[in-house]
């Protein structure tokens, strides 16, 4: 399965002979170039449990503007600053008790799954606008090898066994289209920014509509100025040193999520929780604290999440990430 991810990766990333962008002149591909990854993980608040781990691995760099999948993603405002990326994920999710060896009714399923965005971001810096389209391809099921990942770790930690990832979400496939837009509402310089934003995704893996706002305090470019750090020939005018905090606030309406009940192709996973236990109203709150120089960049975060289900917990985790400009 993972060979298949792999392939199917190479033929959309390669470029299409011939094939170019049809764009207004004043639209350009940025120069920078970004390394980011990020950890995250609910030990550190001494819970084990719903979302349990998951990193992301994100490359963005302009050769990646003549992948074929840029005609799907979307026209952008003429003046726009582009960026292209690659972003993959890993996330596994347990149910309450790891230490039962048996099927949870009522509880969380195990899940967990492997994908990447193949994403563009339009940046609008005189409309203060971020777009971000992406097309998500990947799988959901064992052999994104969460059960080994998992057992490792708590072996490593001294931690319980998990002794349920025999009756996880069986492979399916993860194909969707998500789409994301910020706007900046106030700012005073680089100290204080206000924002709000809407998404949406459609796909076998979620398929959801949001809104929320961001409140930033601190020393830090703004993100219509930069995706976070920028290539030294970018910097200019840009504070060197980064120390800021930030908080976000963000809701759902929730259509689809396969990690509850499944995949949409594959029906025969041991267990899954019905339609009538999805919360269909989510919300999610997050608060991050970061500092930085030049293209360096490491942040640290709180998540918290109301109940996804009937009879589901709130739920925290912790978030560590770094961003590399080259």
Known sequence: MLRWLLGVLVLLVVPAAGYAQDRADSTRTSPDRLLAYSFANDAFL???YYFTQGMTLLLVSPALQ????NRILGPVPHGSILYHGIRLHYDGFTPLRIQDPFI??????????????LLRVARHPAR???????LNVGFIGPAAGAKGFQTKLHEWLGAPTPRGWDYQVRTDLV???????????LALGHFLELTGQASASVG?????????ATVRLGQRPSAFESLGVASRGNRA????????????????LVGYNATLQGGLLNRRSPYVLPTSAVSR???????????GYAGVRLEGALTWISPEFQGGRTHRWTTLGVQLAF
């Open 175 to 185: 194909l969707g289209y998500e789409g994301r837009l910020e706007k900046q509402l």
């Open 281 to 291: 109203a989510v919300a999610r709150g997050t608060g991050t604290v970061g500092v």
């Open 104 to 117: 949870r009714v009522g509880d969380r399923p195990y899940a967990s799954y492997i994908y990447a965005d």
């Open 204 to 212: 076998t893996l979620h398929t959801y509509a949001g809104t929320g």
């Open 128 to 134: 203060r606008l971020l777009i971000t389209t992406a």
């Open 46 to 48: 001494r819970t084990d």
């Open 237 to 252: 005018g840009q504070p060197l040193v980064q120390a800021y905090a930030q908080a976000q606030l963000e809701g759902r």
């Open 66 to 69: 003549h992948s074929p999948v």
